[in-house]
């Protein structure tokens, strides 16, 4: 429980002004992997990269891992509608959600890797940072489990 509390406390201190920017909440409305919200999916993502970082011991930028998180599917639009902007949505979002964060945060190096790397081995180029692999790992997990809760 310990843990959960801490989670949500860094969250907030890295990532308040991402989570309640207007188009964060946007996320709110677009469904990722069964039923759960992009929105829902990046704050799992980001708790469970912290879980994994801190069950691992590993030396993390904890303000960048979490950063990472939260904008790593910053795409924001809803890959179940049909349209030819994001026909190649697996391949293309990691670049569309670098760009419209770059857009609207400032963003240092890791988190910028984070963003754009998270769905190797989908995009070719693989993670640079610890917090990259990271997150890239999380994500997958998070998807599994999404999309199994959802098949149930």
């Known amino acids: 429980m310990k843990l959960i509390k801490n989670m949500e406390k860094d969250i907030l201190l890295h990532g308040a002004d991402i989570i309640n920017s207007e188009y964060m909440q946007l996320e709110k409305g677009f469904l990722q992997h069964g039923k759960v919200t992009v929105f829902e999916h990046s704050l799992r993502v980001a708790c469970l990269s912290i879980y994994i970082a801190k069950k691992l ?3 993390v930028n904890k303000r960048s891992l979490i950063r990472g998180a939260l904008l790593h599917d910053y795409f924001l639009y809803d890959w179940h509608i049909a349209d030819p902007s994001h026909r190649f949505h697996g391949f293309i979002h990691a670049k569309r ?3 419209n964060a770059t857009r609207d945060f400032s963003l240092n190096s890791i ?4 963003i754009k790397k998270h769905m190797f081995p989908l995009n070719i180029t693989p ?3 610890r917090e990259s692999i990271i997150v890239c ?3 997958k997990i998070s998807a599994l489990w999404e999309m199994l809760s959802y098949i149930r």
């Open 127 to 129: 993670p640079k940072y």
């Open 57 to 59: 011991n590993i030396n």
């Open 111 to 114: 988190e910028k890797d984070i």
């Open 97 to 99: 959600a670098l760009s």
């Open 137 to 139: 790992i999380a994500d």
